[in-house]
């Protein structure tokens, strides 16, 4: 939702959208010029910009199949809810103007002077201080609603797709990439690998259930001058918050591998053991954070939030492959890591800073 940002797309036009115009004039917020409008890269249609009333808006528009934009648009709307329990606490993020349930619009103030999460990684602008408020961010959230009086999803989370470990649905095959179709040939004939992930949906299953951000990645961080918000609740749903803590500590994981490629062939193991060093305060300060609202991590908890963040890995190891015509050195050499953490997370929680 930043105003100028180097993950900029081209927007749609929005003369081709009318219903965008109807709903910021039936809100009272003007309009948004064709010309004067960005768009940020997402699975979603977006315009930010200054309407002709100098309100400054980020307006959304959910795209994918019906039912699935539904589920996604109750989880936004779901949030508002969970919001007014929010308050005094770390969560926060930008104010939800209106919506249109039946154009899938929703409108959020824009904070121009803002920068992701992700932009301050890519800057190494992400500071301990940061992490600990990314902690104390989804400690508050976890925390929320107790009762279970906010109408959450409960639906088993679709990924990983366990399905998709014995074999890929025939459209999903057919799209597929050629690296995708590599990578996928790797994950189904490691029937280790395919036991750690089905042990660890099973584990989820088992365990206590509360909000979770359900999506998280560092771009869905928001820094706006010195307050930090979390943003994009589409997946939000009532789950298990190891998923939220492995998304996080995966993250650093994945930018850890992607200094991998330079140097010499046989620094590798060397230079990813520095940069995991280099990085491991960043989850630590973030663990800090958590359990300084309250929040326990409990044995149970540390194993599976390091075997999500094995997850979280080919995960983005396969948004990646979608747009290759084979897998990057690494790119295998991410999948070998991943491989690890889940199969053992509990050898590596001390590692990746997850415990002492």
Known sequence: MTAENRYQALPTDLRTVPAVARLLRRLGLGTLGHADVVS????NDNWAGTTSTGAAVFVKRLGGPPEDVRRRLAAVLAYEDLRAQAAGTALSGPRCLGWSEEDHLVVFELLPSSRTGAELADDDAFEPGHAHRTGEILGALHALDPSGAVPLDTARPPLPP???????????????????????????QDEELTRAV???????????????????????????????????????????????????????????????PGGAKDDVPARGARELARLRPLIEQFRNGYRSVGRTLDRGLLLRSAAFAGWHLIDRVMAGAAQRPAL????????????????TPEAVTTTLGLED
């Open 40 to 43: 940020h890269i997402g699975r």
């Open 162 to 188: 366990l399905d998709h470990f014995t074999a890929l649905p025939l459209e999903r095959y057919r799209t597929a990439s050629f690296a995708e179709l590599e990578l996928w040939r790797l994950l189904q």
């Open 198 to 260: 089905r042990r660890l949906r099973a584990e989820e299953s088992r365990a206590p259930a509360g909000p979770v951000h359900g999506d998280f990645r560092l771009d869905q961080l928001l820094l706006d001058r010195q307050t930090l918000h979390l943003m994009d609740w589409e997946e939000l749903r009532r789950g298990d918050a190891a998923r939220d803590i492995g998304a996080y500590t995966g993250e650093w994981i994945h930018r850890a591998v992607r200094k991998l």
């Open 328 to 343: 990057t050195p690494v790119e295998r050499a991410a999948l070998g890591i991943a491989r690890t953490v889940l199969i």
